[in-house]
């Protein structure tokens, strides 16, 4: 996480969760980033924007600018927004594809059950049939 002056203020490489909690003092965009990889399937991302009307706040710095971090802030959370309802609408999907999956793998399941048992009834009438065929019949 970066502050407008561009000084880092917290690093946190390789963690696999973690929460961070900062107080803004000084007024303009702050930047932070996270990289997720390409096996984790959760990203979970509050970011909290309180207006504070004390009066270091407003000292701080000028309205334009604040006004800038609220605008940034709102597009973030617009778009993460959007990450969460795409990942809720992915597991929906997920839990049908599941659903179904299991109902193929039943009926393969029972049809080749099926199957064994119609193979082993053809296989033992075919057995009967070749004796009776070649079966030799005596004269008495």
Known sequence: MKDPSNTQLQRDGGRTEGYYHYNATEPGIHKYCFTNGPDV????????SYKDTSN??????????TAKLDEEFYNL???????SSIRQALISRSFTIDKAN???????????????ILLVVVCGWQVVQIKKFFDTRRLV
């Open 56 to 65: 270091d706040w407003k000292e701080a710095g000028n309205s334009v600018d």
């Open 77 to 83: 959370e617009g778009l993460v927004d959007q990450v």
């Open 102 to 116: 299991r109902s193929i793998t039943s009926r393969v399941y029972w049809w080749s059950i099926f199957q064994g």
């Open 41 to 48: 399937k959760t990203i979970s991302l509050y970011p909290h």
